[in-house]
Every structure is written in structure tokens, then in C-alpha cells.
């Protein structure tokens, strides 16, 4: 099975701070990388699919880049409502794993 | 209005079965590969399994084989998934998702259903 890694596991961040999110694979998965967005008691919402490819109805500050095995998911100005937990997710085969999260707080 | 629904979640003792299910809506269901995937209680995700548009292509986690049974009813728009021998860590949201392309095996997903609680405990 293909591992996910983020880092870091949560971060701290003040509103208009432009925040990194990095999501490694143990073995190279293209570009098939997704992130999403998770708010307590919700559903995941989808941000950025095929590694760098903004969902429809995505604010543009949300970008991804990478391939291979490294990917990063950039926030270029926080906004209130993007403080959530992040997950990647790899489909390049299955098992689709995840990476374990990354909890963006209020700084 | 593009939707999936997921319902039949509960209490259930440990070994018991249940079965949940995903109706979706406002768009053509017979196209698209659907999956489950789960969230233990504060913990992150897990993918379950899927099945393709036309029900003859079914993965499982590890987790759950021999165990869990992917189905659909494409004349009915509706998915399904059948949990035999339950346990305590099979406690969890249970979420419907469909992939992103259609008549495709293997894609993001898009669209996810709000989720379904199930709690094995005796």
C-alpha cells in the first residue's frame, strides 16, 4: 500500500498568513493527488484534484503543486473560514490512502 | 441538485451485520464508480472500497475483506454496503463518494454524501 505523510501535523496561523501544507508518498503516485477540506461534523469538501487542478467553486488562494512522490497544498492569504483540518489523498491505486491530516488553527 | 444520501447507520453488537446505503440524485448514477470511506471518531480517513459504474469491478481495504460486500442498484440510484461480523473498531462515519470522471475506474472524488453513523458496541 502507498503511505501519505503530511507535515505538520497541525499549524498555527493568523488570518492573511500565506500557509505550506506537504504531503509525501512512499513511492511515486504522477499527479494523482487530492486535498480536501474538513470542518468539524462535516463531510471532506474537495479543493484541488490531479495534484495541482482547482475544484469547481474553489477560492483561487488555494493552489497545489507537485509529482511524483511531493506534493505541497498553499494557502496564499487565510481567510476565518479556512481554518479546518486538511487531508491528501492518493488515487494513483488502490488502496486510496489518505495522509493523517493536518489541523490548521487560529493563531 | 447533485446529492448522495446515506442512511441505515446505527447501534449493533459486535459480530452482528448492517447495511447502509446511498441514494443519489441529479445526476446519472449508471456513469459513475462509487466508493465508501470511513472517519473513526476523531481520527482521519479511510477508504473502503469501491465499485465501477456497472457494478462489475469491486477493491477492498484490507480492513474489511471477507467481510464488507460493495453493492448498486443502478435502476434504483443506489448504493449499498453490506457489514457482516462487525467490530468494535469498524465504529465509525461511513461516507459515500462518487469519482470526479465518469465511466472511468479511478478517480478523485467530487461529490460525498454528509454521512452516516455506525457504533459497534455490545
Known amino acids: 500500500d502507498i503511505q501519505m505523510t503530511q507535515s505538520p501535523s497541525s499549524l498555527s496561523a493568523s488570518v492573511g498568513d500565506r500557509v505550506t501544507i506537504t504531503c509525501r508518498a512512499s513511492?511515486?503516485?504522477?499527479?494523482?493527488l487530492v486535498w480536501y477540506q474538513q470542518k468539524p461534523e462535516t463531510a471532506p469538501r474537495p479543493l484541488i484534484y490531479?495534484?495541482?487542478s482547482l475544484q469547481s467553486g474553489v477560492p483561487s488562494r488555494f493552489s497545489g503543486s507537485g509529482s511524483g512522490t511531493d506534493f505541497t497544498l498553499t494557502i496564499s492569504s487565510l481567510q476565518p473560514e479556512d481554518f479546518a483540518t486538511y487531508y491528501c489523498q492518493q488515487y494513483n491505486s488502490y488502496p486510496y490512502t489518505f495522509g493523517q491530516g493536518t489541523k490548521l488553527e487560529i493563531k | 441538485q447533485v446529492q448522495l444520501v446515506e442512511s441505515g447507520g446505527g447501534v449493533v453488537q459486535p459480530g452482528r451485520s448492517l447495511r447502509l446505503s446511498c441514494a443519489a440524485s441529479g445526476f446519472t448514477f449508471s456513469n459513475y464508480a462509487m466508493h465508501w470511506v470511513r472517519q473513526a471518531p476523531g481520527k482521519g480517513l479511510e477508504w473502503v472500497t469501491v465499485?465501477?459504474?456497472?457494478?462489475?469491478?469491486?477493491y477492498y481495504a484490507d480492513s474489511v475483506k471477507g467481510r464488507f460486500t460493495i453493492s448498486r442498484d443502478n435502476s434504483k440510484n443506489t448504493l449499498y454496503l453490506q457489514m457482516n461480523g462487525l467490530r468494535v473498531e469498524d465504529t465509525a462515519v461511513f461516507y459515500c463518494?462518487?469519482?470526479?470522471?465518469?465511466?472511468?475506474?479511478?478517480?478523485?472524488?467530487?461529490?460525498w454524501g454528509q454521512g452516516t453513523m455506525v457504533t459497534v458496541s455490545s
Open positions: 463518494a462518487r469519482d470526479r470522471e465518469k465511466l472511468v475506474l479511478g478517480d478523485a472524488f467530487d461529490i
Open positions: 465499485i465501477s459504474y456497472d457494478g462489475n469491478d469491486k
Open positions: 490531479a495534484a495541482s
Open positions: 513511492q511515486a503516485i504522477n499527479v494523482w
